[in-house]
Structure formats: structure tokens, C-alpha cells
């Protein structure tokens, strides 16, 4: 069994040299490799994600595992930001004005995120996968439906936003 693994752009896997070096002795497909890749990495479309390709060369068959990107990643894809706060609700200074991190997830996104990152949290429970997620912006100074997080914790604590982690 030869495991191969790689980062790879959602969605944008080419036959890199690192990759097809790897692949070639195996006599498998490259291209059947990649367009598989694509397929199942798609959704994460501007993304580095982890990938892992394991190759039987006495079959030629071939599985690719997907791992999810990183929690802030995901964050600042929803967000459609580059970059998030170094220090939670931090004040930083842009062109010589002082400004704060204001940026606010929904709670949509927020459940949304916790269940792509559901295997990875070392939970089967989404409600306590939401809250991580919510943690995690506490940390990067995001706002989730223009509070602190830290107060949403609270308020899942309480059960108020119960209807909506499904």
C-alpha cells in the first residue's frame, strides 16, 4: 500500500510533480486520481485541504480520503475575509486609523461549520461541535449574530438557540 499525502486547493488539484512522482509507479491513472480529488474537495473551493490518497499497486485501485480544513479556516471563508483578528476584539490600525475587528457569523454559519467539522471535534453531539466553533471565535474576535460569543455560549447553555442545531 503506498499512501500518499498532500494539501491541496479545493477543488483545484492539478498533477503537481510531488503528487505524479508519487503516483506514476503505481500505474494508476493520475488523472482518474485528480478528477477524483476535485470531485470530493469541491466544496471547499479556495481552501488548503489535507488530503490522503492510498494506492494498492497490485490492483491499481485507489482511495482518497478528505480531511477539513482548520476551524479558522472555515471561519474566514464564511466570512470572506483573509485574515482574522490575532487577539480576540482587537483594535488595529489600517492606514493610521484605529478600527476593530468587527466581523459577525450568523448562527447558521456557525451550525453550518460545526457539522462540516463534526468528525474532526471528537464529538457526535452538535450542539457541543457549535459551541466549539463559537469558542473558536472567541478567540479570533468574531461576533456571532453581532454578540460576543461568549454570550451565545451562555445563551446554547440555556437551550435559546436549540431550534436551530438540527
Known amino acids: 500500500m503506498i499512501i500518499i499525502k498532500a494539501l491541496i486547493e479545493g477543488g483545484k488539484a492539478t498533477p503537481t510533480p510531488a503528487i ?3 503516483i506514476a509507479p503505481t500505474k494508476v491513472n493520475i488523472g482518474q486520481v485528480i478528477s477524483a480529488i476535485n ?5 471547499f473551493d479556495g481552501m488548503q485541504v489535507p488530503v490522503t490518497i492510498k494506492i494498492d499497486p497490485s490492483t491499481k ?11 479558522a479556516a472555515l471561519i474566514r471563508k464564511e466570512l470572506n ?7 480576540p476584539f482587537r483594535v488595529f490600525e489600517k492606514e493610521g486609523v484605529k478600527e476593530e ?5 450568523s448562527f447558521d454559519k456557525v451550525v453550518k461549520i460545526a457539522k462540516m467539522k463534526l468528525d474532526d471535534l471528537k464529538t457526535d453531539d452538535l ?7 463559537v469558542a473558536s471565535c472567541v478567540s479570533s474576535g468574531v461576533l456571532v449574530e453581532q454578540k460576543n460569543p461568549k454570550e451565545i455560549i451562555k ?3 440555556e437551550g435559546k438557540w436549540d431550534e436551530k442545531i438540527k
Request: glycine residues 2%; hydrophobic residues 35%.
Open 20 to 22: 505524479a512522482q508519487q
Open 39 to 43: 470531485e470530493k474537495t469541491k466544496e
Open 61 to 71: 485501485n485507489f482511495e482518497i480520503y478528505i480531511g477539513t480544513p482548520t476551524l
Open 81 to 87: 475575509v483573509k485574515k482574522l483578528s490575532k487577539a
Open 101 to 105: 475587528f468587527k466581523e459577525s457569523l
Open 127 to 133: 450542539k457541543k461541535a457549535v459551541k466549539q466553533v
Open 155 to 157: 445563551e446554547i447553555d
